[in-house]
């Protein structure tokens, strides 16, 4: 936890009645809800108008959800304010609560400055308040101020970069959707990560160049492809494939040289790659030699890097330098070998297991890797290869983080038809089944638990594989209902094996464990799973529902404790981690506000240090059975 200083205090504040509104977002949608705690209204700052004012709205809500989180400051209730003394700027923010929330996803109205003598307030935007509350952190960890400022710098380009994504999407109308339901989730996430400072944080590139490559945008753009040597391309693949076998389908129609292989870029890198020295050489010598874009549009997903095409056999994870939020994501090849060391051991059991035991889960697969250059570092070439059963026909997988994302009105000062996809999912799970948007809420979480946190709950225990199932790595299908009946988990960089169950895994892949980083001691590995699985993603599922308006947070926690007490009772091998997300009284929790301002980037380093983490109260504990 971090030390504030001693008079950084919290006082609650009632608002007058004016300030209060009459009605939750649900009633305003038409919905019935069942919720003592429901969101209060009145105009959300969300929906101004003023599309600047919106995004910097939207700026602040995430930067204070993230920081009273990781500071351990208490928010008080719905309809009060919360005030902070911010005793190293010597100012004061008075901070309206629209929601509380049990699980950590609060709303706030726009902070108020409160000026010194006559007790009156002035509006603060999103640049005195990254200021403010970055000067407090900094100088009550004991650094120096100025160390700060590249923190608050990412505060101010992310509410920019929200701003762009606001105005584009009122311009096209409530009703406009991606090319497909995959793509169109993938592109819902306008505001960002809600518990980070700086969510749409994106530096180095053009506003030309953001308007093809941002997901929010719903940009695309074809790659930027290079022909290698044979002898200097790198790779490999779970099946046995060489790249240029997996590449060339990919680049059908591309003038490539007699002897070369293609190999792909994104168009950023490829021109950002060439004044790498190894990269120089290599062109120099006649042994690589840059195509430029060719072929069709790809699109880009909600990790910017990642790029699909709904008639592509392959999704692509390409290297990509540009410092997004608080990382460079630049691939690096340990975490391909580590894709590709997965997807063998999954087919070596553990994927024949879930089949059997859970044909509504899968895995997407990042089955091989390309990239060029034998020898020393990365040259910014490498790319991962994943599975792409999302194409224009069959079943969508819809990304978690997605269908959370709230939306913002049509710019008219009212409130769009639906704050989230998953809305627009509930009302229609309520009108199916005749219910309340209450009891449909808890069946939807029920559903979602089945398809995809049980998997991956038993997965780990039967064979101490564990994933990091944050939001974002999770996708769920939607049956006709609006129900989930499908879940799928992402990406090659979080694997882990716990410790005590190596000799089994090398008894079912022979040097399943060598050369990759993939072992770790247990306790580790239920911490972590805990805040991916536990924190991140069920109790943020909670907190969604709660903010959303759609159900009582209360109610949805004893939905999510029952069913974990149910799988600890059924699977013994699964009581380490479940005993911490049903027990413990806090659990540890990654600081994404605290590991901005530290200036870390999380994809360098040991993954014990990569990220800073915070002890969280754990919610579940106090949850009634």
């Known amino acids: 936890m971090v030390n504030l200083p001693s008079d950084h205090r919290l006082t609650e504040v009632a608002l007058p009645p004016a300030e209060r509104p009459a009605t939750d977002l649900a009633a305003r949608e038409g919905a019935d809800v069942a919720a003592p705690q429901a969101p209060i209204s009145g105009p959300d700052p969300l929906d101004d108008p003023d599309a600047l004012r919106a995004g910097d709205a939207a700026a602040m809500e995430t930067l204070l959800r993230a920081y009273v989180r990781e500071t351990g400051t208490e928010v008080p209730a719905t309809g009060q304010a919360l005030l902070l003394n911010l005793s190293a700027s010597q100012l004061t923010l008075l901070v309206p609560v629209r929601y509380r929330s049990a699980t950590g996803w609060h709303r706030f109205d726009g902070p108020r400055l409160v000026t010194a003598g006559d007790g009156g307030s002035l509006p603060a935007d999103a640049a005195l308040v990254a200021a403010a509350l970055i000067r407090e952190t900094t100088l009550g960890r004991g650094v120096l101020p100025h160390h700060g400022g590249d923190a608050a710098a990412r505060v101010l380009n992310s509410a920019r970069r929200t701003t762009t994504h606001i105005a584009r999407r009122r311009a096209e109308g409530e009703d406009a959707q991606g090319p497909t339901p995959f793509l169109d989730s993938e592109q819902a996430l306008l505001l960002g990560h809600p518990f980070h400072p700086a969510p749409k944080s994106r530096e180095e590139a053009s506003d030309a160049e953001l308007d093809a490559y941002s997901p929010e945008l719903r940009g695309s753009f074809p790659l930027h492809w290079f022909a290698a040597h044979p002898d200097v391309v790198v790779g490999e693949s779970a099946d046995g494939r060489t790249p240029a076998e997996l590449l060339r389908p990919l680049a059908a129609g591309l003038d490539l040289p007699d002897g070369m292989v293609p190999v792909p870029a994104h168009p950023w890198q490829a021109r950002d790659v060439l004044s790498r020295p190894q990269v120089a050489a290599l062109v120099d010598a006649g042994r690589l030699r840059p195509l430029g874009a060719a072929g069709p549009a790809w699109y880009p997903t909600s990790s910017v890097r990642t790029v699909q095409r709904p008639d592509a056999e392959v999704m692509l994870k390409l ?189 079912l892949l022979p040097g ?114």
Not at 385 to 396: C, H, K, S
Not at 538 to 566: I, K, M, P, Q
Not at 574 to 592: M, T, Y
């Open 319 to 507: 290297s990509l330098g540009m410092r997004i939020t608080n990382s460079r994501r630049n691939n690096l090849r340990s975490e391909m070998r580590l894709g590709v060391r997965a997807a063998q051991l999954l087919a070596a059991g553990p994927g024949d297991w879930l089949r059997a035991e859970h044909p509504e889960f899968g895995i997407l697969r990042d089955f091989a890797w390309v990239s060029v250059g034998t020898d020393g570092p990365e040259t910014g070439l490498e790319t991962a290869i994943r599975d792409n059963p999302f194409r224009r026909e069959g079943l969508q997988g819809l990304c978690v983080a997605g269908l959370l994302a709230e939306r913002t009105g049509p710019g008219d000062d009212t409130p769009p038809r639906h704050r989230a996809l998953l809305c627009a999912a509930v009302e229609r799970a309520a009108r199916a089944l005749g219910v309340s948007t209450a009891d449909a809420s808890e069946r939807w979480l029920t559903r979602y638990l089945d398809v995809l946190a049980v998997p991956l709950i038993r997965l780990q225990a039967r064979y101490g594989i564990a994933l990091e199932p944050h939001h974002q790595n999770t996708l769920v299908a939607l049956d006709g209902d609006g129900l989930p009946c499908a879940g799928w988990y992402r990406d090659s960089q979080g694997y882990y094996l716990a410790a005590s169950r190596t000799a089994d895994i090398e008894r």
């Open 512 to 625: 399943a464990t060598e050369g990759v980083e993939l072992v770790f001691d247990d306790t580790f590995v239920d911490e972590r799973v805990a805040y991916y699985l536990g924190i991140n993603n069920l109790l943020g599922l909670v907190g969604a529902f709660g903010a959303l308006g759609l159900a009582d947070e209360g109610g949805l926690l004893r939905v999510l404790r029952s069913a974990l007490e149910r799988l600890r009772t059924a699977e013994p091998a699964g009581k380490g981690l479940l005993d911490l997300l049903l027990d413990a009284p806090v659990l540890r929790c990654k600081g994404n506000y605290l590991t901005c301002v530290d200036g870390l980037d999380e994809l360098v380093g040991d993954v014990h240090t990569q990220s800073v983490y915070v002890n969280l109260s754990n919610p579940l504990t106090e949850a009634q059975r």
